[in-house]
C-alpha cells in the first residue's frame, strides 16, 4: 500500500514558521501510524511519543497514534496530512506544550484528588479537540467539564462547590462546541456529560426555546419538503455548500438529483453550539461566520440548510456575522425546502420566502 504524507514540521529554536514535508511511503510491516511515524524517523529526525497513546491530528480528525492504517485508508484515504494536536502550541513537530491544558485543573482546586488529577491527564485529548479554542484561547476546556461531571458522579455533595467554581470562569461551558465531528471513534458519553454540566449551571436549553431571530419578528413558513417530486431544473452550473443539520438523507437525496458541485468543505461539519444561543450567541457567531465566510471564499452560490433554526443563524443574524470576520459575505442562504421547490418547478410558492431572506437569492 502506498501512502502520500504531509507532516507537519517545527522547531521552536530555529524555525521561524512551521512547514509540512512530503512522504511517499510504501508500506511493509506497519501496521498503525505509531509504525509509520517510525519508520519516518528512522530517515528523517521527528519529535513525537513513541506511544500508542500519543495524540495526533489526521485530516482534520483527532486521533490515537494506535489507528490502524486499515481504519486510516477507509476513512481518511490515502492522501495524509498529520499535524499535531495543537499548532499554535508546537515547540518540535507533533510534541507540543500542553501547561495550558494542565492547568486548568487549578479550576477545581481542592476539590480534585490525587487520583482525580491522573484522571484528567488521561482527557487530553477532549482539550485541545475543541473548535472553541480556534476562537476562544482561554476557554475553560472540555476536559475540566468531564472531569467535573465525573467528579460529582463520585461525591454528589461536592456538586454545589463544582458549579460555583465552573460558574466563576469567564469563558465557560457556555462556550462549549460539540466534539462528535472532530474526534475519531467518539464516545457520545462524553456529550451528555458535558450537556449534563451545561443544564447544571442553567445553560443548556432546548431548541424550541431559543430565539435565534435576533431583532427580527418575521417567521417564515418554508412548507414541507415534497418526497414525491419530479426534477424540472438541474443546478448543473451552481456550486452549492451545504451545512447538513438534521433528514440530510432526503437532502441528499435532492443534491444528488440536481447535478450541481456540492463543495467539500471541513467547516460544514462544526458544530453551532445552538442549544446555549440565548445565554451566549458569542460561539455561534463566531463559529458561523468561519462556515459562512469558508462558503463565500470558495465561490459557493449559496449556502444550503436544513433547518429553520439554521437558516435564521446564518440568515438574520448576518450583520453580527460580517462583524466579526470584518467583511460583507453577500451569500445567500436557502432553505432545503425552498431548494425542493426550486428544482420541482414551484417558483411561485418558492418566492414567498425567498424574497423575505435578508439576501435574495434571486435564482427564480
Known amino acids: 500500500m502506498k501512502l502520500e504524507i504531509s507532516l507537519f514540521k517545527f522547531d521552536k529554536n530555529s524555525d521561524y514558521l512551521p512547514y509540512y514535508t512530503k512522504h511517499f511511503l510504501k508500506t511493509e510491516n506497519e501496521k498503525n501510524i505509531l509504525d509509520i511515524l517510525n519508520t519516518i524517523n528512522k530517515s528523517a529526525k ?3 511519543t513513541d506511544s500508542a497513546d500519543f495524540d495526533l491530528v489526521i485530516n482534520g480528525v483527532y486521533v490515537k497514534a494506535s489507528i490502524t492504517l486499515e481504519e486510516v485508508v477507509k476513512n481518511f484515504g490515502k492522501d495524509l496530512t498529520i499535524e499535531p494536536i495543537s499548532i499554535r502550541r508546537a515547540y518540535d513537530d507533533l510534541l507540543i506544550d500542553d501547561n495550558d491544558f494542565k492547568e486548568k485543573i487549578k479550576i477545581l482546586k481542592d476539590l480534585v484528588q490525587p487520583e482525580d488529577k491522573i484522571e484528567y491527564l488521561k482527557l487530553k485529548q477532549y482539550f485541545y479537540a475543541s473548535n472553541t479554542l480556534n476562537y476562544k484561547s482561554d476557554y475553560i476546556g472540555d476536559a475540566i467539564l ?3 461531571y465525573d467528579i460529582v458522579q463520585k461525591n454528589p455533595a461536592l456538586g454545589n462547590y463544582v458549579l460555583l467554581a465552573l460558574d466563576a470562569v469567564e469563558i465557560g461551558s457556555q462556550y462549549h462546541t460539540s466534539l462528535e465531528n472532530r474526534i475519531y471513534n467518539f464516545d457520545k458519553s462524553i456529550e451528555e456529560k458535558i450537556q449534563t454540566v451545561q443544564d447544571n449551571l442553567n445553560q443548556f436549553e432546548p431548541l424550541e426555546k431559543q430565539n435565534f431571530r435576533v431583532n427580527k419578528t418575521l417567521i417564515l413558513d418554508f412548507g414541507k419538503f415534497e418526497e414525491n417530486h419530479e426534477i424540472k431544473h438541474d443546478f448543473k ?17 435532492l443534491l444528488n438529483k440536481l447535478d450541481a458541485n456540492i463543495l467539500k468543505l471541513d467547516s460544514m461539519k462544526l458544530d453551532l453550539a445552538k442549544n446555549t444561543f440565548n445565554k451566549n450567541p458569542i460561539i455561534t457567531y463566531h463559529v458561523a461566520a468561519t462556515i459562512l465566510l469558508d462558503a463565500f471564499d ?6 444550503l440548510v436544513d433547518t429553520n433554526e439554521d437558516f ?5 443574524n448576518r450583520k453580527q456575522l460580517e462583524k466579526i470576520c470584518g467583511r460583507e459575505v453577500i451569500l445567500p442562504i436557502i432553505h432545503k425546502n ?3 421547490k426550486l428544482a420541482s418547478g414551484n417558483h411561485k410558492e418558492a418566492s414567498k420566502t425567498l424574497t423575505k431572506h435578508q439576501i435574495n437569492p434571486e435564482i427564480i
Not at 237 to 253: C, G, Q, R, V, W
Not at 298 to 303: C, G, I, M, Y
Request: proline letters at 3%; glycine letters at 2%.
Open 46 to 48: 521527528l519529535g513525537f
Open 146 to 148: 468531564i472531569l467535573a
Open 237 to 253: 452550473d451552481f456550486n452549492i455548500a451545504y451545512y447538513p443539520s438534521k433528514n440530510t438523507e432526503e437532502t441528499l437525496e
Open 298 to 303: 470558495n465561490n459557493a452560490d449559496f449556502l
Open 312 to 316: 435564521y443563524i446564518f440568515d438574520y
Open 338 to 340: 425552498e431548494l425542493q
